[in-house]
């Protein structure tokens, strides 16, 4: 092989050290972690021998079962309405001429992202209890709602990544063989969207799964989800339960970003 | 039968506007090989844009059959296009690329099945119907885009440039077929090209166009014999511009003055120049080469043997260049040397006085 000329960054000095070091303090927390849940003992800084008790203790508390279950329907939920949404923008940035104030459009589509989540966390809490005092309702929509809100950028993102990538002169052929808007859309843009909206919906999934700050500002009483619980728990007995808890959701986040990494590569 | 009046677009505004087509009219009659010819950047595409509907004129007007159909989107008009890249729907199999347009148009199942076995095999793809159109090669995925454009038997066909990806040979071929299809389906072509060859082979007419205008309609050998522009001529085949002055005028005849002294009668177009210093185009094998003096006189400067013809390069007594290109005879000798002193002569009304 020739020699490699140009400026790489990898052949300055320190800069392997450097990365290991990196690495390692990303990782050996959660490799920590992890092999911690597998503890017999109640230590979670102790080792005692392996066992899957921990496991089976979160499987068996009503509470976890009951946080998860509500997770999974925040997410699910707050997913489905953020994709629906994302779609919709991402259409509307990206399949119409130029026109005043797109950029703005863009901007505010993404304002999730660089609004402090704590300053939307309040905001929503004053927002939602002024309702509650309105309407009296104090059920799952709050934060149903308050997830799809801030995953709607995630969502977004890779939609209209794909979204940009795609012929547009397939479209203009679906128009000229007599295809009104909306049946170009459904047979031809939308085929060619899926991996994008699949890769958007998982993302969203995992963001909502994860997200603590809005959730614990936004829930009423007894509306635990995993991670809300799990900050809970910490203030009292600290348990490698936590642990166990922590890898199953790291190995569902884990899962859903590698197969959205995997969709949003494919090209077909 | 297709209206365009008065047509132009112009792209962006303020200081980035441009304007890529400039009052263009034409007129495209009823199963006609139309052909809008020009160099990249002319506006061909834009044309053909305006007329499937994909881009609102800034002015003008459009109709199709009498009627106005500026204001319908494209799904409404009865015009089907092959598009320069094909735009082949890519999770669709050859034949339900096909059987789209008729889909769309909701026809019966029946109907579009059997109007989809009926284009394969216009197009000779029945073999592969059910391939995905990523498994097919460049010129099949032609044929499909035209069986596709067809299968709705619109009433006219836009093609852009749609050989312009296939090879020498494929090409030859393709351009027969496409005659073929033309003939056998009755539907007006509207082929966008920027080949002179392609054009002057398929079309009944020509529409020359430069930097957004027209510059001139008619038939392959009518722009080819009487190009009313230097840029029409110098475009379309090899040309010599000579220079001279128009002595008299009688509607299409000119006699015109050569810098020899001489006076030809050439052809002139209606609205063309009426007097003064002109320029007159003479096709290389519409000249004669003769010893001694002709119309024009010069020294022999190059012979060039080409097979079939040979050109001879003429240095004329004022300097210019002129190319005479004569058919070659069998066991004929060459009975001309460089340096020779020689005549240039063309039969009168074989000149023609440009417009520029
Ligand atoms: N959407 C647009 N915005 C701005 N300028 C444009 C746009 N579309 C075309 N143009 C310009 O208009 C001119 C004509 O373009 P057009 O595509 O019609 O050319 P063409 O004759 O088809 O050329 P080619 O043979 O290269 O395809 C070009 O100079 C092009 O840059
Ligand atoms: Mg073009």
């Known amino acids: 092989m020739a020699k490699s000329r140009g400026f790489d960054i990898r052949h300055q000095r320190g800069f392997t050290p450097i990365a290991l070091l990196c690495f390692v303090l990303l990782y050996m927390p959660i490799i920590i972690l992890v092999v911690y849940s597998f503890n017999a003992g109640q230590s979670i800084a102790i080792w005692e021998g392996f066992s899957l008790r921990w496991y089976q203790a979160a499987w068996e508390n009503e509470q976890v079962q009951d946080a998860t279950i509500r997770s999974l329907v925040v997410a699910g939920a707050a997913s489905f309405i953020a994709t629906s949404a994302a779609v919709l923008a991402a259409l509307a940035t990206t399949r119409t001429p130029p026109y005043r104030g797109s950029t703005f459009v863009f901007a505010m589509i993404n304002q999730p992202l660089m609004v402090p989540e704590i300053v939307t966390a309040v905001a929503l809490l004053i927002f939602f209890a002024m309702i509650k005092v309105a309407t009296g309702y104090t059920g799952l929509w709050y934060l149903i709602l308050a997830h799809s809100a801030f995953c709607i950028p995630f969502a977004y993102m890779p939609i209209r990544a794909r979204l940009q990538g795609m012929d547009l002169s397939l479209e203009q052929a679906g128009a000229d063989l007599y295809g009104t808007p909306w049946r170009v859309f459904r047979k031809i843009t939308l085929p060619q969207l899926w991996p994008g909206v699949l890769a958007g919906a998982m993302l969203a999934f995992v963001i909502s799964l994860d997200d603590v700050v809005i959730t614990e500002f936004v829930k009423s009483a007894g509306q635990d989800t995993l991670p809300t619980y799990m900050l809970g728990q910490l203030r009292r007995v600290i348990t490698p339960e936590v642990n166990a808890i922590s890898t199953v959701l790291l190995a569902i986040s884990v899962i859903l970003v590698m197969a959205f990494f995997v969709l949003s590569r494919s090209k077909k | ?356």
């Open chain 2, 1 to 356: 039968m297709i209206e365009v009046t008065n047509v132009t677009k112009t792209f962006g505004s303020g200081a980035d506007a441009f304007t890529a087509l400039k009052e263009v009219s034409v007129t495209i009659r009823q199963n006609e090989f139309f052909t809008l010819l020009g160099p990249s950047g002319c506006g061909k595409t834009t044309l053909l844009r305006t007329i499937a509907g994909f881009i609102d004129p800034t002015s003008g007007s459009l109709s199709l059959e009498g009627r106005d159909i500026l204001g319908d989107p494209p799904y409404l008009r009865p015009v089907n296009t092959v598009f320069q890249n094909y735009a082949l729907f890519p999770h669709m199999t050859v034949a339900q690329n096909v059987g789209f347009g008729l889909e769309m148009l909701d026809k019966p199942r029946s109907e579009v099945q059997a109007t989809v076995r009926e284009m394969l095999e216009l197009v000779k793809m029945t073999q592969l119907a059910d391939r995905q159109t990523s498994e097919i090669s460049g010129g099949q995925q032609q044929r499909v885009a035209l069986a596709r454009a067809l299968a709705p038997k619109p009433k006219v066909l836009l093609l852009d440039e749609p050989l312009s990806a296939l090879d020498f040979k494929l090409r030859k071929e393709m351009q027969i077929e496409l005659k073929r299809l033309q003939s056998e389906t009755g539907i007006t072509f509207v082929f966008v090209t920027h080949d002179q060859e392609e054009a002057l082979t398929m079309s009944d007419r020509i529409a020359v166009m430069n930097e957004g205008r027209i510059l001139q309609i008619g038939g392959p050998r009518d722009i080819y014999d009487h190009p009313a522009e230097r840029f029409v001529a110098d475009f379309i085949g090899d040309t010599n511009f000579v220079e001279g002055t128009i002595r008299a005028i009688d509607g299409e005849a000119a006699e015109v003055e050569l810098p020899s002294g001489k006076t030809v009668a050439s052809r002139r177009q209606e609205g063309g120049p009426q007097a003064g210093a002109v320029t007159i185009a003479v096709r290389p094998e519409h000249a004669t080469l003769q010893a001694g003096e002709g119309l024009l006189s010069g020294t022999l400067s190059n012979i060039v043997y080409f097979g079939t013809d040979t050109h001879y390069h003429i240095t004329l007594d004022d300097g210019h260049a002129f190319v005479i290109r004569r058919q070659n005879q069998p066991d004929a000798r060459e009975s001309y040397a460089v340096g020779d002193a020689v005549g240039v002569s063309f039969a009168p009304g074989v000149a023609q006085v440009l417009r520029d």
